[in-house]
């Protein structure tokens, strides 16, 4: 899966979760400060994104996220990454 792919997926979900306007999810958008993305909502993203993982997913790997782009670099790495038990 490419980072566009996974942009768009990302987006989609922004849009259709949390009613955000498409052409305020940019790569460089700032989930809290743009996007008023919350803690809560942060993890009803995740739990949304999942999917696309064929592994468990740790909150913490997204700790230092701040942009949807950092969101995409993180699953993309998640995605790339062989599985562990």
């Given amino acids: 899966?490419?980072?566009d792919e996974?942009?768009?997926r990302?987006?989609?979900v922004l849009e259709e979760t949390f009613?955000?306007?498409p052409d305020r999810i940019t790569p460089e958008a700032r989930l809290y400060d743009d996007l008023d993305i919350d803690s809560i909502d942060a993890v009803d993203l995740l739990?949304?994104?999942?999917p696309m993982l064929n592994k468990p997913?740790?909150?913490e790997q997204f700790k230092s996220v701040r942009t949807v782009q950092?969101?995409?670099q993180a699953l993309a790495q998640l995605i790339d990454s062989p599985a562990t038990a």
């Fill in 19 to 21: 009613e955000i306007a």
């Fill in 1 to 3: 899966m490419t980072q």
């Fill in 47 to 50: 739990v949304k994104l999942k």
């Fill in 70 to 72: 950092d969101v995409v």
């Fill in 57 to 59: 997913l740790k909150p």
């Fill in 10 to 12: 990302v987006a989609a």
């Fill in 6 to 8: 996974i942009f768009a």
